[in-house]
């Protein structure tokens, strides 16, 4: 499993990391048997958040798996906080300090390593983010600090007033919602792939040394379903399968390939909790597509070069 930095921090992780917002309808059993061969094959960083199945995914975790102490240390826990379902975005210092509290305890651990606030939260005052952070990090209870679905500027407006630097920006990305890359294709052209959405946060994360985490990297549009195997996807699949003999792998692994191979670094997060997928995965991290297949994927998922 090739290792990358994560943001500015000291840590060295898997590219590949372990979604686990699926797990709330499954039973101990297969989660531990689920982690604990992610962690044989080098996957041992496990991402939560404490909206997932209401809380139940990081309580099954932890019961799953009996979280021992020196177990617990050969992982990298990371969970994200700042979601009230249906309600609101919550950024509120007394909101993210009773969230962590929250997902410790369902995690049956005295610290995350990384913890992400969820989605921007328009009422945030970043001086109180601030002030929540400092006490995490001076209580032990979270040692490194990040965002999801973020721009630069919302990023930017939060670090004037951190202590801490911001080591990961999860987006989703994948082939067939690659707009992270679109933008910066067609920039300067008329069309709708030069409108950036992002504000160029791909290339701001580069800058800035923050490692960006690929959500949903199989599905397209915002949950419309996976491109894997779809028929509305049959030129792309076509390419998947053709790339796959070729290297003796699998569909999907060409296809997180082909995320890892953008030289940002960028780390794939799954979400399956299906092992023999989670497998290709994790077997993607040491496969490296040519410039060439990359741009034809690309092209295969009915997108345009100028």
């Not at 969230?99 to 009422?123: A, C, F, Q, W």
């Not at 069309?191 to 199989?218: K, M, N, Y």
């Not at 549009?221 to 053709?242: A, I, M, Q, T, Y």
Request: glycine fraction near 8%.
């Amino acid at each position: 499993m090739k290792q990358i930095q994560l943001g500015t921090s000291p840590l060295m992780v898997p590219q590949v990391v372990v979604g686990c917002m699926r797990m709330a309808d499954r039973t101990t059993a297969q989660i531990e048997k689920l982690v604990r061969t992610a962690m044989e094959h080098g996957a041992n960083y496990f991402d939560h958040a404490d909206i997932y199945g209401g809380g139940a995914c990081e309580s099954l975790f932890s019961k799953g798996l009996g979280l021992t102490p020196a177990l617990r240390e050969k992982m990298v826990l990371q969970s994200k906080c700042g979601i009230c379902p249906g309600v609101m975005y919550d950024f509120s210092k007394e909101h993210i300090l009773s969230s962590v509290d929250g997902i410790l305890k369902r995690l049956n651990t005295e610290y995350l390593d990384v913890l992400l606030l969820h989605r921007p939260d328009m009422l945030m005052e970043p001086e109180e983010v601030a002030e929540a952070f400092d006490r995490l990090e001076a209580s032990g209870k979270v040692r490194y600090f990040g965002v999801s679905n973020q721009n630069p500027m919302q990023i930017q407006l939060l670090e004037k007033y951190l202590n801490q630097p911001l080591v990961a920006n999860q987006l989703q990305f994948g082939i067939a919602h690659a707009g992270l890359v679109t933008e910066g294709i067609h920039v300067n052209m008329l069309d709708d792939g030069g409108i950036s959405r992002t504000g160029s946060v791909l290339d701001f994360c580069r800058l800035h040394e923050i490692t960006i985490q690929a959500w949903s990297p199989f599905q397209y549009g915002f949950f419309e379903g996976v491109f894997l195997g779809n028929e509305k996807f049959p030129e792309l699949n076509r390419k998947l399968e053709e790339l796959a003999q070729k290297y003796q792998t699998t569909s999907t692994a060409i296809a997180a390939a082909w995320i890892m191979r953008h030289p940002a670094n960028i780390q794939i997060v799954t979400g399956t909790m299906d092992l023999t997928r989670l497998l290709s995965i994790c077997e993607a991290s040491d496969l490296r597509l040519t410039r060439e297949e990359w741009y034809q994927i690309y092209l295969a998922a009915g997108n345009t070069l100028p």
